[in-house]
T-cell receptor, first 112, second 113 residues
């Protein structure tokens, strides 16, 4: 079955700096890769996703890149803000796949 | 919030007692999921459903059962709760569109003493 690894497990950056979180997956059939942000005590919230037919997707200061050959994808946040401190999860799934496999999460701290 | 609610939101119970958690959705989604979330493990799939009376096991299904007798409700039952089942439980739905997005309910914090 699918296995998703995520690094780093914790990340601290200064406000305004960039943050990068990387994930690898094992199942070459996976073709949908969402990223979730989870604030303390809250539910995971989808922030961006990418499908295997594109290599990059951007939404304002957040971008995700995908390398299908190497089976890895990354989340990039530029000009980070303290309110973006949270745990971020990556996941992998197949299109119309019945389940998603999540990475263990990255705790991002943006220091003011 | 994709019209997903969970009940109860918090529960404390004793080892050996049965517990049922309810997930309710208002938007007629076919796919529903139960996850547990523990520190260092992210979100792990317990069971999922792809329609009324259609369910299947996930990665950590031992000690759990589910039922889905109507589209809007997906129940998770711990037949005899154990301390290892202390966790935060999230229900989720998958939006059936071209986009596959999965949305989560607010979560249930379960403590088994």
């Amino acid at each position: 079955g699918e296995n998703v690894e995520q690094h780093p497990s914790t990340l601290s950056v200064q406000e305004g700096d960039s943050a990068v979180i990387k994930c690898t997956y094992s199942d070459s059939a996976s073709n949908y890769f969402p990223w979730y942000k989870q604030e303390l005590g809250k539910r995971p919230q989808l922030i961006i996703d990418i499908r295997s037919n594109v290599g990059e997707k951007k939404d304002q200061r957040i971008a995700v890149t995908l390398n299908k050959t190497a089976k890895h994808f990354s989340l990039h946040i530029t000009e980070t803000q303290p309110e973006e401190s949270a745990v971020y999860f990556c996941a992998a799934s197949t299109h119309y796949g019945q389940n998603f496999v999540f990475g263990p999460g990255t705790r991002l701290s943006v220091l003011p | 919030d994709a019209g997903i609610t969970q009940s109860p939101r918090h529960k404390v119970t004793e080892t050996g007692t049965p517990v049922t958690l309810r997930c309710h959705q208002t938007e007629n989604h076919r796919y529903m999921y139960w996850y547990r979330q523990d520190p260092g493990h992210g979100l792990r799939l317990i069971h999922y459903s792809y329609g009324v009376k259609d369910t299947d096991k996930g990665e950590v299904s031992d000690g759990y059962s589910v039922s889905r007798s109507k589209t809007e409700d997906f129940l998770l039952t711990l037949e005899s709760a154990t301390s290892s089942q202390t966790s935060v439980y999230f229900c989720a739905i998958r939006a059936e569109s071209a986009f596959d997005e999965q949305f989560f309910g607010p979560g249930t914090r379960l403590t088994v003493l």
